[in-house]
Antibody, heavy 115, light 107 residues
């Protein structure tokens, strides 16, 4: 059973960056995709991008191109999502998700952007 | 980008009712369509993958159908624990898109 444990809540200033981590256990980390999905308060789900750790190749939703970077460290089975140039609209819960079918979800990390 | 139009946005039904949610893709996505359930304060849960395959452990009252651009999600007999928001999601050409969600309430 795959388990994903994400880093803790963050409070950031507008214009800064945030980096959220996601440590996987119980599965074959490198062979499957890790996606990042966010959910603003009271809103729906928004896919941001994904990485295939074994290839080290990431692709991103057009909306986030140039502002998000997804990486993975195979040695520690940890994925990272870094979002830059933060604005208030980026306040959301950020989830890492394992698998092509988004079958396993982390617990979520609340990122609050506020001056 | 492929857009997903999900309807209705909210739905009120009685216990035991048959509930149907639809999702339409802006272009042909074959069967690359998943359905998720999200309860308040929780992460989403995969229910149906590849349009019609029931995820392991998911009750058989949940089902999905469709291909191409038109998809349907059905709860055959609504239970109180099914109160949640449901999302469709497509995956095509390495990109994923979610529908807007359907909030399901008990009448």
């Amino acid at each position: 059973q795959v388990q994903l444990v994400q880093s803790g809540a963050e409070v950031k200033k507008p214009g800064s960056s945030v980096k959220v981590s996601c440590k996987a256990s119980g599965g074959t980390f490198s062979s499957y995709t890790i996606s990042w999905v966010r959910q603003a308060p009271g809103q729906g789900l928004e896919w941001m991008g994904r990485i295939i750790p074994i290839l080290g190749i990431a692709n991103y939703a057009q909306k986030f191109q140039g502002r998000v970077t997804i990486t993975a460290d195979k040695s520690t089975s940890t994925a990272y999502m870094e979002l830059s140039s933060l604005r208030s609209e980026d306040t959301a819960v950020y989830y890492c998700v394992y698998g092509d079918h988004l079958g396993y979800w982390g617990q979520g990390t609340l990122v609050t952007v506020s001056s | 980008d492929i857009q997903m139009t999900q309807s209705p946005s909210s739905l009120s039904a009685s216990v035991g009712d048959r509930v149907t949610i639809t999702c339409q893709a802006s272009q042909d996505i074959s069967n690359y369509l998943n359905w998720y359930q999200q309860k308040p304060g929780k992460a989403p849960k995969l229910l149906i993958y590849d349009a019609s395959n029931l995820e392991t452990g998911v009750p058989s009252r949940f089902s999905g159908s469709g291909s191409g651009t038109d998809f349907t999600f059905t709860i055959s007999s609504l239970q109180p624990e099914d109160i949640a928001t449901y999302y469709c999601q497509q995956y095509d050409n390495l990109m994923y898109t979610f529908g807007q969600g359907t909030k399901l309430e008990i009448k």
